[in-house]
């Protein structure tokens, strides 16, 4: 029994099509390079967002419009994971990805929570199989109960450590039986609002603890998934501990982590850290870190997670130019990790939605393509690091100098000739190509 009655399967039209419920852009099997455009992009629906968010916010009860909300518990489990797979057909997205307690709800034991989850994972591994609609990733949910007020691996309470361990034991056990192709470590709560109570050494060796007994427990049940980490700079907590790219990257280093984990970089995050989506992207990628993406966009006047569905062209394209450059994704994709607007709130609003981000990434996808096959980029920046390929800079590359030869060589030269950098002049190709492509 359909529960998007009014909504058939979505399919490509063109760019010339007035049809709503329609792509654009996005044509999975169209070939950009050595790829389908599918196998490019790998995108996933959001459990979470999609299907329990109620567009409740701090000032007012939820908006949103659902067949399944006249359910409850067990049944109004069931009955989303009904809803999901039927979306997931509908829009022809190969993945999807869920918090633990997104598909099942809580019981008053961990062994009973358990129990419920286990019963939905068996659902869900059911219609996996009738529509071959995959898992991209997992997590555990550890940060919405109350037990997490303090944090879950930096919690000041071993007990709260355990229950979070438990949980995360499970979330791999259940990745495995249903062929996940990464697993995300969160840390919602996993930092701090003041440092006056704060052991933050302690904290943070626990943390790794946590991580390293994640990675023997993958290893030792055969879980063979990449393990991610998404970093957030705060909201929860004032400052959480994996706050960007950088600073998890330092954290994996530091640990000893760094072979194991790989990091999902979520767009509204990288803004929230004072940095531009590509940046993160870029960081991640030549560092070789670069796992996933949950593809959505803040709002630069709004100081929190909006977490908007990607409409920005300039955004999915430098997204996709770092992915390509990176050889394009393993095991990662681009997961929907966005809500619609607490306005639009009928159930046909999430395809819109999920529409709307689906072309503008393949449209990000086609413009990128372009602008490293006409190596635009790459020849400019040829050019403006000319001078370590020759000469002095060659040395500096090589290692072949050292503070007294540098000011033996410069000490009597009288004028130093710099480059344009041109900044006006590539965002007017990057215009060309956005609109021409």
């Not at 489990?77 to 797979?85: G, T, Y």
Request: glycine fraction near 8%; charged fraction near 25%.
């Amino acid at each position: 029994m359909s529960i998007f009655k009014t909504v058939g399967p979505i399919h490509y039209e063109g760019s010339q099509s007035d049809n709503p419920l329609a792509f654009k852009h996005y044509n999975p099997d169209e070939t950009v390079g050595d790829r389908k455009m599918k196998d490019h992009l790998r995108f996933a629906v959001a459990y979470w967002h999609t299907f329990t968010g109620d567009g409740s916010d701090p000032f007012g009860r939820g908006t949103m419009r659902r067949p399944w909300d006249r359910y409850s518990g067990m049944d109004l489990a069931k009955k989303r994971v009904e809803a999901a797979f039927e979306f997931f057909e509908k829009l022809g997205v190969p993945f999807f990805c869920f918090h633990d307690r997104d598909i099942a709800p809580e019981g008053d034991t961990l062994r009973e929570t358990n129990r419920n989850l286990d019963e939905i994972v068996d659902m869900i591994q059911s219609f996996m199989k009738t529509t071959g609609v995959r898992l991209l990733w997992n997590t555990a949910q550890l940060f919405h109960h109350p037990r997490y007020v303090h944090g879950a691996a930096t919690a000041g309470n071993a007990d709260v450590f355990a229950y979070a361990a438990a949980q995360v034991k499970k979330g791999l056990e259940t990745a495995k039986e249903l062929g996940g192709e990464n697993y995300v470590f969160w840390g919602g709560r996993e930092g701090y609002d003041t440092l006056l109570n704060t052991d933050m050494a302690l904290e943070l060796d626990n943390l790794a603890r946590f991580y390293h007994m994640a990675v023997d427990y993958a290893k030792e049940i055969g879980f063979d998934g990449q393990l991610l980490i998404e970093p957030k700079p705060q909201e929860p907590t004032k400052h959480q501990y994996d706050y960007d790219v950088a600073n998890t990257h330092a954290f994996l280093q530091k640990y000893d982590l760094l072979d194991h984990f790989k990091i999902n970089i979520e767009a509204n995050h990288a803004t929230l850290a004072g940095h531009e989506f590509q940046h993160e992207l870029r960081y991640a990628r030549i560092h070789d870190l670069l796992g996933s993406v949950d593809a959505n966009q803040g709002d630069t006047l709004v100081g929190w997670d909006t977490d908007e569905f990607p409409t920005n062209l300039y955004s999915t394209t430098l997204a996709m130019y770092e992915i390509l450059k990176m050889g394009g994704f393993r095991s990662g994709g681009l997961n929907f990790d966005a809500k619609v607007r607490r306005g639009s709130f009928e159930p046909e609003d999430l395809f819109y939605a999920h529409i709307a981000g689906m072309d503008s990434f393949a449209r990000g996808l086609k413009v990128a393509y372009r602008l490293i096959e006409d190596r635009v980029l790459d020849r400019f920046m040829e050019e403006k690091y000319n001078s370590f390929t020759q000469g002095i800079g060659r040395d500096i590359r090589s290692g072949q100098t050292d503070l007294k030869e540098l000011e033996a060589y410069i000490l009597d030269k009288k004028e130093i000739q710099s480059r344009s950098g041109r900044q006006e002049y590539l965002h007017s190709v990057l215009n060309q190509y956005l609109l021409n492509v």
